[in-house]
């Protein structure tokens, strides 16, 4: 059984702080990894996608794979209350199947 | 671009109805679509894999003759709820990869919240 997990939260930052959730994964053969947003009542939004250990950057966002680890995570800087969210983080093997995590809980607080 | 829609954005209905949705991509082409259901606080669940052409492939624990799936096009799937009951009230999300090379991204759509009384 595939399995992704995250912390439910809620995780609660201040306005302008760095937020930082965290994703780990069990299938080793993992090739592809995702962070969605939702909004309460919407679908998943794309934030990042990230393949390769290391950094990614875009915008606010950082996302971080640490394949060995197998442990996937996401930085938001200068954070806006319009961060608040459910955020998904989902892995994707050989198929073109996503494994989505439970997803994390952000609140920033103005 | 990578815009997917959906219809209707809700939808109540009877026990015992039938309920159809589109899932369209509408700037690209996609030969492979999701459908996935969503109760409240929970995450996404995969309840199958459209294939343009030939039949859906369903999760485990997925009725395929309650969830009837068509992808009669390179933009168009459709979900239908056979007999629905109120156990079937949730929030159904479809997605859709481009036909592009080098790109497993799925993109999703608004959802369909069906209510079923």
């Known amino acids: 059984q595939k399995e992704v997990e995250q912390n439910s939260g809620p995780l609660s930052v201040p306005e302008g702080a760095i937020a930082s959730l965290n994703c780990t994964y069990s299938?080793?053969?993992?090739?592809?990894f995702f962070w969605y947003r939702q909004y309460s009542g919407k679908s998943p939004e794309l934030i990042m996608s990230i393949y390769s250990n290391g950094d990614k950057e875009d915008g606010r966002f950082t996302a971080q794979l640490n394949k060995a680890s197998q442990y996937v995570s996401l930085l938001i800087r200068d954070s806006q209350p319009s961060d608040s969210a459910t955020y998904l983080c989902?892995?994707?093997?050989?198929?073109?199947?996503?494994?989505f995590g439970k997803g994390t809980k952000l609140t920033v607080n103005p | 671009g990578a815009v997917v829609s959906q219809h209707p954005s809700w939808v109540i209905c009877k026990s015992g109805t039938s309920v159809k949705i589109e899932c369209r991509s509408l700037d690209f082409q996609a030969t492979t679509m999701f459908w996935y259901r969503q109760f409240p606080k929970q995450s996404l669940m995969l309840m199958a894999t459209s294939n343009e052409g030939s039949k859906a492939t369903y999760e485990q624990g997925v009725e395929k003759d309650k969830f009837l799936i068509n992808h009669a096009s390179l933009t168009l799937s459709t979900l239908t709820v056979t007999s629905a009951h109120p156990e079937d009230s949730s929030f159904y999300i479809c997605s859709a990869t481009p036909l592009r090379e080098g790109t497993d991204t799925q993109y999703f759509g608004p959802g369909t919240r069906l209510t079923v009384l």
């Open positions: 989902a892995v994707q093997g050989g198929s073109e199947k996503l494994v």
């Open positions: 299938d080793r053969g993992s090739q592809s």
